[in-house]
C-alpha cells in the first residue's frame, strides 16, 4: 500500500460546497509549498482535475435522460473510480503530494447505498476490487452537511442557471432526505468529522467552514 503523501477528502450532498472548499485548501497547502493533486470523482468537467476515461464515463453518470438500476451506477462509478486511482491519485500520492477530493466511495454509499437502496457491503467489496487499501481508508474525510432544504434548493437552482442539474441533483425530495439520511448514519458509523454548513444563526462563509475543516485535518 502506498504510504506517501496526503490524501483528503470532502464528501456532502449536492449544493454543501464541496469543490469551493477543495480549492481554498488547494491556496492553503500552496501557501506551505506542497505539491497538490485536485480530483473530482467520477471526474470532473476541468480536464485538469481527471482523466479522458473518467471524463466519458462522467458524461454517462450525469445524463439524467439515461434511466439506469442502481447496480450499472456502481458499475460506471467503479469503473472511472479506477481510472482516477491509477492515473491521477496513486501516481501523486507516490510522488508525496497532497491529492485533495471532492468525494470518494462514500458519495456511492450515501447515493447507491442509502438513495438507490444497494447493499453497503456489496459496494464496499467492488469498490476495493476496483482501488487499492489506501484509496479505502484516506488521511482524512470531513463531511460537509446542510439541513437546511431550502437554501440547498437555492444553491442548486444558482446552479442550474448555468449547468443542467445532473442525474442525482435533479432527483425528488425523498430521494435526497435518503442520502443526507444516508451521510449522517455513514459519519455515525465511520466515526467521520462532520463540518455544519449553516449555523443556529446564520449561514456560514466558505472561510469559517474553511477553518473548522483545518482544524480537523491539521
Known amino acids: 500500500?502506498?504510504?506517501?503523501?496526503?490524501?483528503?477528502?470532502?464528501?456532502?450532498?449536492?449544493?454543501?460546497?464541496?469543490?469551493?472548499q477543495?480549492?481554498?485548501?488547494?491556496?492553503?497547502?500552496?501557501?506551505?509549498?506542497?505539491?497538490?493533486?485536485?480530483?473530482?470523482?467520477?471526474?470532473?468537467?476541468?480536464?485538469?482535475?481527471?482523466?479522458p476515461v473518467a471524463s466519458y464515463l462522467r458524461t454517462i453518470i450525469k445524463n439524467r435522460q439515461l434511466q439506469r438500476d442502481p447496480e450499472i451506477n456502481l458499475a460506471l462509478f467503479s469503473a472511472a473510480r479506477r481510472e482516477l486511482w491509477q492515473h491521477s491519485i496513486a501516481p501523486a500520492l507516490e510522488r508525496d503530494a497532497v491529492v485533495l477530493a471532492a468525494r470518494n466511495?462514500?458519495?456511492?454509499?450515501?447515493?447507491?447505498?442509502?438513495?438507490?437502496?444497494?447493499?453497503?457491503?456489496?459496494?464496499?467489496?467492488?469498490?476495493a476490487l476496483f482501488t487499492d487499501a489506501r484509496y479505502?481508508?484516506?488521511?482524512?474525510?470531513?463531511?460537509?452537511?446542510?439541513?437546511?432544504?431550502?437554501?440547498?434548493?437555492r444553491r442548486l437552482a444558482k446552479r442550474s442557471s448555468s449547468v443542467h442539474l445532473d442525474a442525482f441533483e435533479s432527483r425528488a425530495d425523498d430521494f435526497q432526505h435518503r442520502v443526507n439520511n444516508g451521510y449522517a448514519a455513514l459519519a455515525r458509523d465511520m466515526a467521520l468529522p462532520v463540518v455544519e454548513c449553516i449555523a443556529p444563526d446564520h449561514r456560514k462563509t466558505p472561510a469559517e467552514i474553511q477553518a473548522e475543516i483545518l482544524q480537523i485535518i491539521s
Do not use: C, W
Open 1 to 20: 500500500m502506498i504510504t506517501r503523501g496526503r490524501y483528503i477528502v470532502i464528501e456532502g450532498n449536492d449544493g454543501t460546497g464541496k469543490s469551493t
Open 22 to 51: 477543495v480549492r481554498l485548501l488547494q491556496t492553503y497547502f500552496h501557501e506551505q509549498r506542497r505539491s497538490v493533486v485536485i480530483v473530482e470523482e467520477p471526474g470532473g468537467g476541468d480536464s485538469a482535475f481527471t482523466t
Open 105 to 127: 466511495y462514500l458519495s456511492t454509499l450515501a447515493y447507491q447505498g442509502y438513495g438507490e437502496g444497494l447493499d453497503l457491503d456489496h459496494i464496499r467489496e467492488t469498490t
Open 136 to 153: 479505502m481508508a484516506p488521511d482524512h474525510v470531513v463531511v460537509l452537511a446542510m439541513n437546511d432544504d431550502a437554501e440547498r434548493k
